[in-house]
């Protein structure tokens, strides 16, 4: 065991999964010598060389489009594209190709590859590297969308994202890459994709929650009274239905928090089928704490715009009184 | 200082075979067997009746929207010819002859524009990927499969082909700018067919050439007649062997025309002048191949209607083909999305004929994990042609 934050974590699933499998290249912006502006991929370039670990041009297109080539011919890219903000010249390929290649051709050509993107606000960057796309992509059928919230989550998500057969966009909550440290294990393991997370266990409320909100869901909860079970989504695509379901049918109160706009929001998935599953076990309207319905802010009201863990703890305290 | 020339340079136009029939014997010299003309004619002939029986099975309502393929044959056909079996193909939309060429059935095409993803369905060990519909996209997929050829110390190259009107959209750009920088073997072979449906080329363009955008990119670049077989055999080969030699891209603009709309949903005589078409008809590329042949003792008028006798049945069983497929299953759409279909699809699978409620699992006896079942067992139709 070895106690790391969250960028070491990925770093090491990286690492590990390189020396095990020469498919697997790191390609993107800075990625090479500089270790990538987060540090993620630091010292990649020097144990696996320039063909391994590329510095490509500055476009996020062709990073994208030049990885799918690379996943058909049979290689595990792994690209990154530096904030999610600079996402969506990438959207394109993403969706009209990475997603649609295995249906299209009905399996004869094939895209393995994962995107690492940060993601989301919470440590005062600049404009266009705060946001929160993540569920653009939960809408585009053909991707999977994962989004881990602790050092143990992301490595092996990261390795089950690499050994995965189809695209998988894997979003690294930035505001988490060195907010804690967590014991991982130094060998490879593996996280399930599509499998939720119990993180707190209780009777009374359901908190869901996935990405950096995670930990402001866990501060709110310590500041309750009631017994309350946080389920960490870990995926958003896909979503486990299951986990979610039977922890309401067993609190019959819900509250869904995110950091991206509330309208059409994946809170409102996950509502729906609280809806479809749980309708008669329901004692209190689905409450959802997210970031507001406007363009993520500069960062003087980043922390007024995130759902911090007063304004969650509040909707805890009005699903429990209803 | 003195003011000092940093760049200097010219672009080459290459033409061999030209419109009347006029060979260049020194440019063309051990080009092309007579043997091989022989069949790059028949089958730009097949290809030519292929594209005539699209149109009409369009306009029957046997088919959905058609893009002909009319007056390009050379090009892609010459390139293709050029090439290695193992090469990668990264096509747009009007490349049959070259794709038909290296042996994509011509039943892929048609069911692909009937509507059936099957006709994407790439047959192993061909090392193509299937029409590509959105514009300039596909060129970066050509730069990451030559990448990988070269990641793996193979001598593989990749061919990607693309019209004028692509040379604006940014994949374009970003493509060049990858395959020359990270030293990727690439050949770029622009279409330059005059018309972005109906946008003329000099709105994509308004420099001299198309060809010099490869210049900016500080790789190879050459114009050529893309209506001639021979000056597209040699670019194409050029450039081949400089990507396996040297991992280097060329950017080969083949000037070209598209003798018919768009595609079937399209009416070019709204915005093209009939005389300008008119000027083109006459540089048809199978017009001047087959006077080639006839120069040469090679051809004549029994072989021509022993030609197209042939090129008719070989058509017709392709559409035959293409009709008689049984139709795909509903389940199609769900069993190729991923490797492994997740839970939520598993049950709107299972559930899919069933009313508005039709994706809560609880419908079904046993719930979620009885559903997971059902998908399971229903996962065991064989996508893929008989």
């Known amino acids: 065991m070895a106690n790391l934050t969250l960028v070491q974590a990925i770093n090491l699933a990286l690492i590990q999964e390189m020396e095990k499998d020469d498919r697997v290249i790191v390609l993107g912006e800075d990625v090479g010598i500089n270790g990538g502006v987060f540090r993620v991929t630091?010292?990649?370039?020097k144990r696996f060389g320039p063909s391994r670990v590329v510095d490509t041009p500055l476009a996020e297109s062709g990073i994208i489009g030049a990885s799918i080539g690379l996943a058909m011919a049979g290689l595990r890219p792994v690209p990154e594209i530096q904030f999610e903000g600079f996402l969506a010249p990438a959207y394109d390929q993403l969706c009209t190709h990475a997603a649609r290649m295995r249906a299209r051709t009905r399996g004869a050509l094939t895209v393995p590859m994962t995107v690492r993107v940060p993601v989301g606000g919470g440590i005062h960057a600049p404009e266009l590297h705060s946001d929160s796309p993540a569920a653009f992509y939960v809408h585009q059928p053909g991707l999977k969308v994962v989004v881990p919230a602790t050092p143990y989550d992301a490595k092996g998500l990261l390795i089950s994202a690499i050994r995965d057969p189809d695209p998988i966009l894997f979003f690294e909550p930035k505001r988490l890459y060195r907010a804690f440290r967590e014991e991982v294990p130094e060998d490879e393991y593996?996280?399930?994709?599509?499998?939720?997370?119990?993180?707190?266990?209780?009777?009374?409320?359901?908190?869901?929650?996935?990405?950096?909100?995670?930990?402001?869901?866990?501060?709110?909860?310590?500041?309750?009274?009631?017994s309350i079970e946080l389920i960490d989504l870990r995926t958003i695509y896909p979503l486990d239905t299951e986990t979610i379901v039977n922890s309401v049918r067993k609190t019959g109160r819900a509250v869904i928090v995110h950091e991206a706009p509330k309208?059409?929001?994946?809170?409102?998935?996950?509502?729906?089928?609280?809806?479809?599953?749980?309708?008669?076990?329901?004692?209190?309207?689905?409450?959802?704490?997210?970031?507001?319905?406007?363009?993520?802010?500069?960062y003087k009201l980043e922390l007024e715009y995130l759902p911090e863990a007063e304004r969650i703890r509040k909707a805890i305290q009005e699903v429990a009184a209803y | 200082m003195p003011v000092r020339t940093v760049l200097s340079t010219n672009i080459e136009y290459i033409s061999i075979l030209d419109e009347h029939g006029e060979f260049d014997a020194k440019l063309g010299k051990d080009l092309i067997s007579d043997e091989d003309v022989v069949k790059l004619y028949e089958h730009m002939t097949v290809c030519r009746r292929f594209d005539e029986i699209a149109f009409k099975l369009q306009r029957s309502g046997r088919m959905g929207t058609y893009p002909e393929n009319r007056g390009q044959e050379a090009a892609s056909l010459g390139a293709v010819y050029a090439l290695r079996k193992d090469d990668w193909l990264v096509p747009c939309y009007r490349e049959n002859p070259g794709l038909f060429w290296r042996g994509l059935p011509m039943e892929y095409i048609l069911l692909h524009w009937m509507g059936d993803e099957r006709g994407n369905q790439i047959p192993d060990g061909l090392y193509m990927t299937p029409q590509a519909i959105p514009i300039g996209t596909q060129m970066l997929h050509a730069v990451g499969l030559a990448w990988a050829s070269k990641y793996r110390g193979e001598d593989r190259i990749?061919?990607?082909?693309?019209?004028?009107?692509?040379?604006?959209?940014?994949?374009?750009?970003?493509?060049?700018?990858?395959?020359?920088?990270?030293?990727?073997?690439?050949?770029?072979?622009?279409?330059?067919n005059g018309w972005a449906i109906s946008v003329p080329a000099k709105i994509q363009c308004s420099a001299p050439t198309?060809?010099?955008?490869?210049?900016?990119?500080?790789?190879?670049?050459?114009?050529?007649?893309?209506?001639?077989?021979?000056?597209?055999?040699?670019?194409?080969?050029?450039?081949?062997?400089?990507?396996?030699?040297?991992?280097?891209?060329?950017?080969?603009?083949?000037?070209?025309?598209?003798?018919?709309?768009?595609?079937?949903?399209?009416?070019?005589?709204?915005?093209?002048?009939?005389?300008?078409?008119?000027?083109?008809?006459?540089?048809?590329?199978?017009?001047?191949l087959r006077k080639y042949l006839v120069d040469r003792n090679r051809w004549d008028d029994e072989k021509e209607r022993s030609l197209q006798a042939d090129a008719k049945e070989q058509v017709a069983a392709a559409v035959k083909r293409a009709e008689e497929i049984a139709a795909p299953s509903t389940t199609d759409m769900f069993d190729s999305l991923y490797a492994q279909l997740p839970d939520q699809l598993r049950i709107q699978r299972a559930t899919l004929r069933t009313a508005c409620l039709g994706q809560d699992p609880s419908q079904l006896e046993g719930g979620i994990e009885a559903s997971r079942q059902q998908g399971i067992e229903e996962t065991v139709s064989e996508p893929g042609l008989p």
């Open chain 1, 42 to 45: 630091e010292g990649l370039f």
């Open chain 1, 190 to 226: 593996t996280v399930p994709i599509g499998k939720a997370r119990v993180v707190l266990p209780g009777d009374e409320i359901t908190v869901i929650s996935w990405g950096a909100p995670v930990v402001q869901c866990v501060t709110a909860i310590e500041q309750s009274d009631q």
């Open chain 1, 263 to 298: 309208t059409a929001g994946l809170g409102a998935e996950v509502a729906s089928r609280i809806m479809e599953h749980c309708f008669l076990y329901l004692e209190a309207p689905i409450q959802r704490v997210t970031g507001f319905d406007t363009v993520m802010p500069y």
């Open chain 2, 210 to 288: 198309i060809a010099q955008r490869g210049l900016a990119y500080g790789m190879e670049c050459v114009q050529c007649d893309g209506n001639d077989i021979f000056a597209m055999v040699k670019v194409v080969r050029d450039a081949a062997a400089l990507a396996r030699r040297s991992h280097r891209p060329t950017f080969i603009e083949a000037v070209t025309y598209r003798l018919g709309d768009h595609t079937t949903a399209d009416d070019a005589r709204r915005y093209r002048d009939s005389a300008e078409v008119e000027m083109w008809k006459k540089r048809d590329p199978l017009i001047r």
């Open chain 2, 158 to 192: 990749a061919c990607t082909f693309f019209g004028d009107g692509a040379t604006s959209e940014g994949d374009c750009h970003e493509a060049l700018n990858f395959a020359a920088n990270l030293d990727l073997p690439v050949v770029f072979v622009c279409q330059n």
